[in-house]
């Protein structure tokens, strides 16, 4: 059974940082592609960033780019994002996802499909 457990959410005053972990049991992250998504309050959920694990290559939404950092370690099998300079509108819970082939309740992003998901953390930026 897949389980992607994130931690590392809670309050932050804008400008500080937090590290989220994404936790991931049942399936290697090597070899695959690792995301972070993000839910507002009363607004979709949108992707955040994602990494190749065979090559390190990332990708990062316009919003967080120079801010927010993803990377993992395969042996520990678990995700990161650091998120930096946080702002107010950086409030959501975030979730941590792994491609896979269609599921129900998965999302694409761009050509990627995320099948498997975490239950989130909660990250709220005060200004």
């Known amino acids: 059974q897949v389980q992607l457990v994130e931690s590392g959410g809670g309050p932050v005053q804008a400008g500080g940082s937090l590290r989220l972990s994404c936790k991931v049991s049942?399936?290697?992250?090597?070899?695959?592609?690792m995301g972070w998504f993000r839910q507002p309050p009363g607004q979709e959920r949108e992707g955040v960033a994602y990494?190749?694990?065979?090559?390190?290559?990332?990708h990062y939404a316009d919003s967080v780019r120079e801010r927010f950092t993803v990377s993992y370690d395969n042996d520990k099998n678990t995700v990161y994002l650091q998120m930096n300079s946080l702002k107010p509108e950086d409030t959501a819970t975030y979730y941590c996802?792994?491609?896979?082939?269609?599921?129900?309740?998965?999302?694409?992003?761009?050509?990627?499909?995320?099948?498997?998901w975490g239950q989130g953390t909660q990250v709220s930026v005060s200004s």
């Open positions: 049942g399936l290697p992250i090597s070899s695959n592609i």
């Open positions: 990494i190749y694990t065979t090559e390190t290559t990332t």
């Open positions: 996802a792994a491609r896979s082939s269609g599921r129900p309740g998965g999302r694409l992003w761009g050509r990627i499909f995320f099948g498997y």
